[in-house]
């Protein structure tokens, strides 16, 4: 499938399909399922520079076409991810790029997570998920401020020279400000979209669905607003913009590849279909050759008003 070939920022996939973060763990649970080495590339859950233990449960609900999540970002932090997981993805993984999507509560836990990986054998590049509370700064997400997003972006940028990838929240009134303050200060791709914000309550118990009241809505509840989102971002910065958001099948991710995103990622739907990313990669393929084209990047952003 040369056809698929794609290059985010110096990584090289042989397919512009990866599988979000948290929703592929670090790809042990899903290597009886699937063969790993058929994914562009791999995210890894959000790595911290310590063990964090999440949130108490219940944790996650299913919504009407999607879900929420409040999973509370659950790792065993940065050094297992290098001793153990990235080690492991090497010899399972080994045509697959790893993307390590990087977590923190304060500006030096970022940059420390982001230090360590700094020339580790096996990761290929950081997704900086901004949509962490800043616990110095009163739990106001990082990516929600537009001083603190610089902040983080530049004390990442600072700590490491790998592809540096923040990922945008949703959760804000002008994406298109975010994802500018990010490259200025030194992304040379950006992800988009993380969950929107929402909640959900049992009327029988009368009580939240979720411990921790609120949650991160995905799936394809969220994909016009994802789509939308991608295609004003993809329009204001001259980075490759990585989509996702409510893709299921082949026909969505195309619809972010025509919005202007160099690649897709799979989030919800492996929860469903384990095999989704690389069927979807296929689907890719067959519209190209249906459509007589000759190479992905030919459709990237070609949507028509
Ligand atoms: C259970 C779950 C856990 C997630 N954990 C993370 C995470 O650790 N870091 C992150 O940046 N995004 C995380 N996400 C967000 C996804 O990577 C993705 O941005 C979002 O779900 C939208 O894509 P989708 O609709 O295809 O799932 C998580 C999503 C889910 C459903």
Redesign the pocket.
Known sequence: MNRLTTDICGIQMKNPVMV????FGFGKEYAELIDLNLLGAIVT??TSLVQWDGNPPER?CETPAG?L?A?G?QNDGVDSLINDKIPWLQSAAADTPVIV?V?GKTLDEYAEVARRLDGVPGVAGL?I?I?CPNVKHGGIAFGTDPSMCAEVVRAVRKATSLPLIP?LSPNVTDITAMARICVDCGADALSL???LLGTAIDIKTRKFRLANITG?L??PA?KPVALRMVWQVASAVDVPVIG????MNADDALEFLLAGASAV?????NFVNPQSAIEIAQGIDDYLVTCGVEHVDEIIGTVQS
């Open positions: 979000a973060s948290g929703t859950k959000g996650i879900m999540n999973i970002l999507n977590v997704e998920n949509s990922k979209i993380n969950t991160g995905s799936g969220v996702m958001g409510g893709i990622q799979v989030g919800t739907a």
